[in-house]
T-cell receptor, first 110, second 115 residues
Framework: GIQVEQSPPDLILQEGANSTLRCNFS?????LQWFHQNPWGQLINLFYIPSGTKQNGRLSATTVATERYSLLYISSSQTTDSGVYFCAVRFRGGADGLTFGKGTHLIIQP | DGGITQSPKYLFRKEGQNVTLSCEQN?????MYWYRQDPGQGLRLIYY???????QKGDIAEGYSVSREKKESFPLTVTSAQKNPTAFYLC??????????????FGEGSWLTVV
């Protein structure tokens, strides 16, 4: 079936470390977004990236649409980066709305 | 300030009662969405609406109902037919729907607990 899989499910790092979060999707997409959910439940848009590479400060993302995966890079992690990171896609030809992965729970320790 | 407002933030409901969650946006967006999130899980789509007076079922619509009488409002009713309604509910909007590559924006969510 149509799926979005994220890995790893959990990640614990020390402050200052770098990390790579992965998102695999099962079919062609015309929309892919990365979100950060803070401890209060608020979802913050990080990137709209159905293909290519983007950077925003310490965060960057790359999507290789032909191979159906996307990567989110976090460099020089800070404790405020803690939370859950979600990848969400809209499959080409599918109904409106995004399909979410189960997320990567990131904990940055001081 | 422009944004999406959900209310109430926290809601307790007795079994067998219907409850309505409010979602209002002043972004002039055409499309609006309701998602449900269970602990440790991703979001699942309940209903969406791309235009006033029209809405479509998402992946888990059973036990829920919506209306879209005004562009800025998309209330969600959790009915007594929903078997396991305790969850975090998120409303979202996008300018014209997501097939043309528009981004989606979320409200702060509503926590519903059935007691």
């Amino acid at each position: 079936g149509i799926q979005v899989e994220q890995s790893p499910p959990d990640l614990i790092l020390q402050e200052g470390a770098n990390s790579t979060l992965r998102c695999n999707f099962s079919d062609s997409v015309n929309n892919l977004q990365w979100f950060h959910q803070n401890p209060w439940g608020q979802l913050i848009n990080l990137f709209y990236i159905p293909s290519g590479t983007k950077q925003n400060g310490r965060l960057s993302a790359t999507t290789v649409a032909t191979e159906r995966y996307s990567l989110l890079y976090i460099s020089s992690s800070q404790t405020t980066d803690s939370g859950v990171y979600f990848c969400a896609v809209r499959f080409r030809g599918g109904a409106d709305g995004l399909t979410f992965g189960k997320g990567t729970h990131l904990i940055i320790q001081p | 300030d422009g944004g999406i407002t959900q209310s109430p933030k926290y809601l307790f409901r007795k079994e067998g009662q219907n409850v309505t969650l409010s979602c209002e946006q002043n972004l002039n967006h055409d499309a609006m969405y309701w998602y449900r999130q269970d602990p440790g899980q991703g979001l699942r789509l309940i209903y969406y609406s791309q235009i006033v007076n029209d809405f479509q079922k998402g992946d888990i619509a059973e036990g829920y109902s919506v209306s879209r009488e005004k562009k800025e409002s998309f209330p969600l009713t959790v009915t007594s037919a929903q078997k396991n309604p305790t969850a975090f509910y998120l409303c979202a909007s996008s300018i014209h729907g997501l097939d043309s590559g528009n981004t989606i924006y979320f409200g702060e969510g509503s926590w519903l607990t059935v007691v």
